[in-house]
């Protein structure tokens, strides 16, 4: 990782992993650590430590939810903790890039993990004690506020770590290590659960094996930050310094919300792709593997389905990537990646979901097996949902980051996507609590990816240009007053 990266400068060719003092280096330009040093400090390899933060935490939470009903035979108690998890996550996520730019990266995924460790604990506690469905719910809620703090400061450092032309690569990157948690997670079901065929009531849906391996990778999650470099440390590789948050304070940060939206209000055209980013979760994970399949084939899904995802990621983040096409077209391609594979999928899709109803499927009906004719059409749909699900998510992410290469900024940019991500998924969650037919959470998911493609378009029309110049962005450097340099100019005649 530690590879020498080359740059021409108007003083010459300057090697930002030369530490000779030359001299060589243009102004704002510093030299890289060479050796272990410089191994560990690259940015490649912090995004991958980032990526294992989340592969043992949210990777793990994920792989859970996956199974339908976080592995219970009632989704009752998951939903309804689902939508408090996403309502609160919803409030905090909206203000996390302010908690985060206080608080350092570091600390706030410190903070962020450890509500992922008491969610799934409390899953394991209600498989001991059935009666404890209330502590589920209120776990939840208390995960939705750490969460947002966690997803603002990784959604800051991996778009803020990489170079422009290598965003595509580094989300790959975090992309495939993050869902890594759900494939181990999901492997682990699918061992404890791989000889079991039962939706009786009687017997326990998943082991308490299966919730304490879950559990033992979110606790190793929660040490990981306290090992990562500084960011006030971390130089880029072509040689530029990543500059971390000023620490302002609470109102200086709050005030900060405010001009972001106001001096990049384009953002605005995201929100809908934000919306519906979430929102297919629950069809895919209670309303189709949880409702048509049995326990050994909802894990083996599981696992397929987070595997399915590396390959998405990697495949979107490449095409991002290719550099001998201009940044703009690049946009307008993932844009029409996205819009071929979500008819695809969703079309497919119709077709099995108008065969079953949730009244034709109770919990305890004999559901498909993996041995059964029906399972192979479906299981390579389940695999198609999570292709596309990281094809979105990553496209998102690039989006933001061609916005800005503002660490400040581009937290408030995570905090706005995780907000209007997990309000929506609220509402998706209590939709599928109060038991709205399966049809109609089909038919929302499918129409919101469409909206949201749809208002991102303009978007990329007038916002992504072909590089983002960190000195002419509309709210670089923002000092402790949150003023851009056109209303500090103003100020100061």
């Not at 510093?30 to 400090?41: D, E, F």
């Not at 306290?226 to 590789?237: G, N, Q, W």
């Not at 109803?357 to 399972?375: H, L, M, Q, W």
């Not at 049809?439 to 240009?465: D, K």
């Amino acid at each position: 990782m530690a590879d020498t990266y080359e740059k021409t400068y108007s003083q010459g060719t300057a090697s930002v992993d030369d530490t000779s003092g030359s001299g060589n280096l243009a102004e704002g330009y510093y030299p890289r650590p060479t050796g272990l040093k410089g191994i560990y400090s690259h940015p490649a390899t912090q995004v991958a430590m980032l990526g294992f933060v989340c592969f043992m935490c949210p990777g793990a939470f994920n792989s859970l939810n996956g199974l339908g009903a976080g592995g219970q035979l009632d989704n009752s108690t998951s939903a309804n903790a689902n939508s408090a998890l996403y309502a609160t996550f919803a409030v905090t996520a909206f203000f996390a890039g302010s908690i985060n730019n206080v608080l350092g990266p570091r600390f706030s995924l410190l903070l962020g993990s450890m509500g992922y460790a008491l969610y799934i604990g409390s899953y394991l506690a209600v498989n001991m004690h059935p009666n404890a469905g209330p502590f589920v719910i209120t776990a939840g809620a208390l995960l939705g506020v750490t969460a947002g703090i966690l997803w603002a400061a990784q959604g800051s450092l991996m778009l803020a770590y990489p170079i422009e032309d290598q965003k595509g690569k580094y989300i790959g990157i975090f992309w495939s290590i993050f869902n890594l948690g759900g494939v181990v997670g999901a492997a682990i079901s699918l061992g404890n659960n791989f000889h079991s065929t039962t939706n009786s009531a009687c017997v326990d849906a998943v082991s308490n094996g299966t919730y304490i391996g879950f559990l033992v990778l979110a606790v190793i999650g929660v040490s990981l930050p306290l090992l990562m470099v500084d960011p006030s440390k971390m130089i880029r590789v072509d040689g530029t310094r990543v500059t971390p948050p000023r620490q302002p304070t609470w109102k200086t940060e709050i005030y900060g919300l405010y001009i972001a939206l106001k001096t990049d209000p384009l953002i605005v055209l995201l929100f809908p792709m934000f919306f519906a980013s979430n929102w297919f979760y629950t069809w895919q994970f209670n309303e189709y593997n949880g409702a048509l399949f049995n326990i050994r084939a909802r894990s083996l899904n599981n696992l397929l389905y987070w595997l399915s995802q590396i390959v998405g990621s990697v495949s979107i983040g490449i095409l991002l990537d290719q550099h001998q096409f201009r940044r703009r077209f690049r946009a307008f391609a993932g844009w029409t990646v996205l819009v071929v594979a979500v008819f695809i999928v969703h079309i497919w899709g119709y077709f099995y979901q108008k065969q079953y109803t949730r009244e034709s499927i109770p919990p305890d009906s004999e559901k498909i097996d993996i041995y059964d004719k029906a399972y192979i059409g479906r299981v390579f749909l389940y695999i198609a949902f999570g292709i596309l699900d990281s094809m979105w998510q990553t496209t998102a992410y690039w989006m933001m980051g061609a916005m800005s290469n503002d660490p400040a900024k581009l937290a408030y940019f995570a905090g706005f996507y995780k907000s209007i991500q997990s309000a929506g998924a609220a509402g998706v969650w209590r939709a599928d609590a109060v038991k709205l037919p399966y049809m109609n959470i089909f038919i929302s998911t499918w129409a919101l990816l469409v909206a949201g493609l749809i208002f991102v378009l303009p978007m990329i029309h007038l916002r992504v240009t072909d590089h983002t110049d960190y000195e002419e962005e509309p709210d670089a450097h923002m000092d402790d007053l949150h003023l851009t340099p056109t209303e500090r100019q103003g100020s100061e005649r």
